[in-house]
């Protein structure tokens, strides 16, 4: 297993992608933990057939030659234009996100509980998250894969879950229901502060790639 690290960013500006990424990945995360709280809010029955007291093993990320160059040569490119200032844009392949949550040390921690994968236009996560700050679920987990979509456009996040299994189980569709029927967008940008979304152009899963685009800051 290869675990290199890109090159140390220089710069405060130069953190900006690793904050994108860590922007992305933990709206995921929130996303899941608004799911936790749907199951405690609307089926508090299901709390401890949905989840579990032990935490599920997320394998590492087995990290190819090619995939490191890949990774490093798309983080160099951004690096350098947010130390410049410049607007730039950047495509990740589906199998190379975990690659980089692997190899940066901001969201290494993120990678050990969770793995996303990508679809077309949708996004897969598979996690495994402590529920110690959801009321009520102390010392369980939610262990599980979340399937939905993701997008940034014109300053606005927005996303919708499509399908999400807990601790081998369907998470009934009257809980989805209900969490697609409040703005899980601007949840999820509120909890993670919204100056990250201004520092968005746009963001959208196609093709089974993460396209980001950042907006020049000088």
Known sequence: ???????????SKSARWLKIIGFVVGGLVL????????V????SHLRTSLTATAPLEIAPV??????????EKVYTQVRQAMEQGRATEAVLPGEDINALLSLTPETREVSQRASIALDGDTAK????????????MQGRYLNGDFTFRL?????KMQIKILSA?????PVPQYIINKLNERDLGEEVA???????VSRLDSLIIEDGQLKVRAKATR
């Open 1 to 11: 297993m290869v675990r290199p690290k890109p090159g140390k960013p220089s710069t």
């Open 31 to 38: 996303l899941v933990i608004l799911i936790a709280f749907g």
């Open 40 to 43: 405690y809010l609307y089926a």
């Open 62 to 71: 087995e990290i190819t030659p090619v995939q490191k160059r890949q990774v």
């Open 125 to 136: 996560a598979t996690v495994s998250l402590p529920l110690d700050g959801v009321e009520g």
């Open 151 to 155: 997008a940034v456009q014109d300053g």
């Open 165 to 169: 299994v807990a601790n081998q189980r």
């Open 190 to 196: 509120r909890r993670l502060g919204r100056n990250q």
